[in-house]
């Protein structure tokens, strides 16, 4: 369902994010984002001068290269458009990420690295929703190649291999677990998917 209608207004700002996730020839994971703002008005910059409606504010991409454990191999940023023309020259200082699992803590590590000074606010604000869409891009991938390495190692086969896996895979705890309102120990989500987990009544 939509929002409500709003009242009588003018768009004054907008901000588009959009992220990819891609699976590479080598088996390692590409995930980019791409990051616009623009204004709906004209305004001076110091540096670039008259900016018109709908011109770029900013205009800004990272690509994280990542394994199946979420290791980052790759890290490359650019800044196309910014406000001020030092902007770009900070894109070096994220090749401090190679190395760093994304997982519990990634946010808090990504501040300690690259907060203040040492980063880009907008830049590091969008490693946030990149790092969610790198667990959107690998998880039923992953699901499907354990359990195929499953079928393959018991050799099950059909139905009853992926029954084994999905079943071994159940009992395990589920990372997200109470990481949001759906997955709260007590949902009904939880109730149906991950019932040795339940603690609801």
Known sequence: MPLSSPAQRERMHTRRI???GYLREDG????????????????????????????????????????????IHGVEVTTDVGPYRICPEV???????????????????VKELL???RGCTHLV?????????VY?????QLLERKRAKAAVAGNPSGEAGAAQ????????RPWWLNTCHAYASDSEVVKR?????????
């Open 28 to 71: 390692l994971w590409d995930i980019e984002a791409h990051l616009t703002d623009e204004k709906s008005y004209e305004f001076d910059n110091e540096w670039r001068g008259r900016v018109e409606p709908g011109a770029k504010v900013h205009d800004m991409w990272i690509r994280l290269t990542v394994d199946d454990a979420r290791v």
């Open 193 to 201: 998917f991950h019932p040795d987990f339940y603690t609801g009544t």
């Open 91 to 109: 894109a070096p200082n994220f090749q401090v990420l190679k190395g760093i699992k994304i997982g519990r803590g990634w946010f808090s590590r």
């Open 136 to 140: 959107q891009t690998q998880t039923s």
């Open 18 to 20: 959009e992220i990819d």
């Open 125 to 133: 604000e969008l490693l946030g929703p990149l790092a969610t869409v």
């Open 115 to 117: 907060g203040g000074t």
């Open 165 to 172: 896996a999905a079943a071994s895979q159940a009992r395990r």
